[in-house]
């Protein structure tokens, strides 16, 4: 698939691996070690819909405010929140959908 980034600071947090300290600093070594993985995964998968719902990724449509996004786990308490990339359809079908945007790490449970 191919990511795109709600902003350049996330996308270097994301991707930027000499940003390993800020990481760290912010969200805990595991999802230092963990996050860099999940992206690179998250760009090997052809659609959305190849994304397992199972763990360790446990892809899911959220709800409430975010319901137009999915979230994929990091660890057990961070999740990578993403959103179909803007357009003006929301497509349906999960395999059409090639393109995401990272909007945010989250912490599910605090």
């Not at 800020?22 to 994304?51: H, M, Q, T």
Request: aromatic letters at 8%.
């Amino acid at each position: 698939m191919e990511l795109t980034y709600k902003t350049t600071k996330l996308q270097k947090l994301c991707e930027d691996p000499s940003n390993n300290r800020e990481l760290v600093k912010k969200y805990g070594a595991e999802v230092a070690n963990k996050l860099p993985r999940r992206i690179k995964e998250l760009k090997a998968f052809n659609s959305l819909n190849d994304v397992p719902t199972s763990l360790p990724y446990r892809r899911h449509k959220l709800s409430g405010d975010l319901k137009d996004c999915f979230a994929v786990n990091i660890t057990g308490q961070y999740r990578l929140i993403f959103r179909q990339k803007e357009n003006n359809i929301i497509i349906e079908d999960l395999r059409e959908i090639k393109e995401i945007e990272i909007m945010e790490v989250s912490k599910h449970y605090e």
